[in-house]
């Protein structure tokens, strides 16, 4: 396990599953500049690991999944404004290259720039605590980073209702189940158990073949539909002959599923 001072990276060997905890439960996970750097340090070295097949995300203590950016500390933008950077280019697994799936697990409160972590997850689910809401608006601030990445997971109408309302409206599990911000409500003690359960039933197939589902799916929001499909056809050539050479190196208990699937 590699030692981080705002974050966890822990892995297990047997289910092929990395975790990557936020380790900030005094702040509400907010990240500031060292969690993002440590992100992105995480990031690259998940993707380096080839024993690892899938990713959970999650975070510390019960509050707060996170608050977003730490308003309390400076994040340490450059004085030119033209060298500024989002800091969800730090925090992305998919600006990083990242392709492994990410399941993401959130608790509590997931307002504002926690949105980053959930706009690039691959699956999100939360407990029955958890509320979202975009604070931006609420605090005189323009909210238009984070939205870009929600409205491509449920839409512009209830994208525009979460930035617009800012702290006055609480979105529940109940309804981010609804809306599709979420896909699947669990009980705050089965939120870690559940995500790990998820990712280890991802990372039992053959890696390529989900590596390369995540890399064409995501690639394809930035593409005409035309196009989305021709760049689709290659990685299917590319990855199928892989995958399938990978399915048939494993045993048939390697094969199986962890436990049986969940009808939601």
């Known amino acids: 396990m590699t030692a981080f001072e705002t974050i966890v990276l822990e892995t297990d060997p047997a289910a092929h599953v990395a975790t990557l905890t936020l380790n900030r439960p005094d702040r509400l996970n907010a ?16 993707k380096a690991d080839d024993t690892v097949h899938a990713v959970v ?31 969800g280019e730090l925090l992305s697994p998919k600006w990083q290259k990242m392709w492994k799936p990410v399941v993401c697990a959130v608790q509590g409160m997931c307002t504002a720039g926690a949105f980053y972590f959930v706009n690039e997850a ?12 975009d604070s931006h608006v609420s605090a005189g601030l323009v909210s238009a980073l984070e939205p870009v990445g929600l409205m491509r997971r449920i839409g512009l109408g209830d994208t ?14 109940a309804t981010a189940l609804r809306i599709g911000l979420v896909t699947e409500v669990v009980a705050a003690g089965q939120l870690r158990s559940r995500a790990h359960e998820i990712a280890a039933t991802i990372a039992a197939k053959p890696p390529a073949a989900t590596q390369g589902t995540v890399k064409a799916i995501w690639e394809s929001l930035d593409k005409p539909y035309r196009a989305a499909l021709d760049h689709g056809l290659i990685y299917t050539r590319l990855g199928n002959p892989i995958g399938t050479a990978q399915l048939a ?3 048939p208990d390697q094969r199986r599923t962890p436990t049986p699937p969940r009808i939601r």
Not at 65 to 85: C, M, R, T
Not at 125 to 130: F, K, P, R, V, Y
């Open 122 to 133: 691959d699956v999100v689910i939360c407990s029955e605590d958890a509320t979202f809401f």
């Open 57 to 87: 995300l999650r975070a510390a203590g019960d509050r707060a999944f996170s608050a977003g950016l730490d308003i309390k500390s400076s994040y340490g933008q450059p004085d030119n404004v033209w060298h500024h950077e989002d800091p």
């Open 249 to 251: 190196a494993t045993t």
């Open 160 to 173: 525009l209702r979460i930035a617009l309302l800012g702290n006055d409206e609480r979105v529940s599990a």
């Open 31 to 46: 990240f500031d500049r060292t969690m993002c750097e440590e992100m992105a340090r995480a990031w690259r070295l998940v």
